[in-house]
C-alpha cells in the first residue's frame, strides 16, 4: 500500500467517525451538537484542501481554482447546517431528525466532492448515506433489537450455566 493510499484511507475513517459521533451529540445534547457540526464544516475543507493537494503539487488544477471551488462547497454546507439548526429553534425539527438530516447534508456535500476529486470522498459520502439509513432504522427498531439482544444473552447464560454444572 502506498503512502497516499494509507493517507486517503486515514482521511476517510476520520470523516466518517467525526459524522457519526456528530449524530450521536445530536442525540444526546443538542446545544453541544451546533458547535459539533458547524465545526466539522473546517475538518471537511481541510481534508478536502488536503486530498486535492496532489493534483494541486502536481500541477494539474491551479491552486486558486481549488481554494475557490473547495471554498464555495464548504460554505454552502455551513449554510444548509445553520438553516437546519434555525429550523430545529423554531419546534419544526426534533434532536434524532436534526441529527440524521445533518448528516445526510454531510453525505451529499462529501459525495459531491467527490465527484470532482476522487474515489475518497466519494466513498465517504455513500458510507455517510448508507450509515443515516441504517442509524434511522437503528432509531426505529432499538428497543426490539435490544429486547433481541437482552433474550440471546439470556439464553447465553443458561446455556453457559447448563455447561459449567455438567
Request: one cysteine or more; charged letters at 10%.
Amino acid at each position: 500500500m502506498t503512502h497516499r493510499h494509507i493517507a486517503d484511507l486515514v482521511t476517510l475513517s476520520i470523516l466518517l467517525g467525526c459524522s457519526f459521533v456528530g449524530v450521536a451529540i445530536t442525540n444526546i445534547s443538542p446545544a453541544s451538537s451546533h458547535t459539533y457540526w458547524l465545526a466539522m464544516v473546517p475538518v471537511f475543507f481541510i481534508a478536502s484542501l488536503a486530498t486535492e493537494w496532489p493534483h494541486v503539487h502536481n500541477g494539474k488544477y491551479p491552486w486558486k481554482t481549488v481554494l475557490w471551488n473547495h471554498s464555495l462547497q464548504w460554505l454552502a454546507l455551513l449554510a444548509a447546517i445553520q438553516m437546519v439548526f434555525i429550523i430545529q429553534q423554531i419546534g419544526r425539527l426534533n434532536n434524532e431528525t436534526t441529527g440524521l438530516i445533518l448528516l445526510l447534508l454531510f453525505a451529499l456535500s462529501t459525495f459531491i466532492a467527490g465527484i470532482r476529486m476522487g474515489w475518497v470522498f466519494r466513498l465517504a459520502g455513500l458510507f455517510l448515506a448508507a450509515g443515516l439509513l441504517v442509524l434511522a432504522y437503528i432509531e426505529r427498531y432499538l428497543w426490539a433489537l435490544l429486547l433481541v439482544a437482552v433474550f440471546i444473552l439470556v439464553i447465553h447464560h443458561f446455556i453457559a450455566r447448563r455447561n459449567r454444572q455438567e
